[in-house]
């Protein structure tokens, strides 16, 4: 089992940046995928970043490519997400998932694990 703890959200101006942090506690945190989401007032949550055990591969939702990049420190049993160039549209609460399988998914459904989340608001 794995205790998932996110923070680093806020309030930004449209154009700048942020980094999430999500913190795990619990056994073999290298063991598992893990993934960020997103969930905005009104809407289903949505895929934004996964990365496998190792962190040597990271896979992207085509709306944040080229300005979100996720990564891992398993020394340190933390994940990231470094968001750049922030849209409005980008405001949602954001969640770390962590998942025991084998490959990586895009659907929350395959993720045993959840944290909190953190608000990030992104002002136009």
């Known amino acids: 089992q794995v205790q998932l703890v996110e923070s680093g959200g806020g309030l930004v101006q449209a154009g700048g940046s942020l980094r999430l942090t999500c913190a795990a506690s619990g056994r073999a945190f290298s063991s598992y995928i893990m993934g960020w989401f997103r969930q905005a007032p009104g809407k289903e949550r949505e895929f934004v970043a996964v990365?496998?055990?190792?962190?040597?591969?990271?896979y992207r939702a085509d709306s944040v490519k080229g300005r979100f990049t996720m990564a891992r420190d398993n020394a340190k049993n933390t994940v990231y997400l470094q968001m750049n160039s922030l849209k409005p549209e980008d405001t949602a609460v954001y969640y770390c998932?962590?998942?025991?399988?084998?490959?990586?998914?895009?659907?929350?459904?395959?993720?045993?694990?959840w944290g909190q989340g953190t608000q990030v608001t992104v002002s136009a």
């Open positions: 998932a962590a998942d025991q399988g084998r490959y990586t998914s895009r659907n929350p459904e395959q993720y045993e694990y």
């Open positions: 990365i496998t055990w190792s962190g040597a591969t990271t």
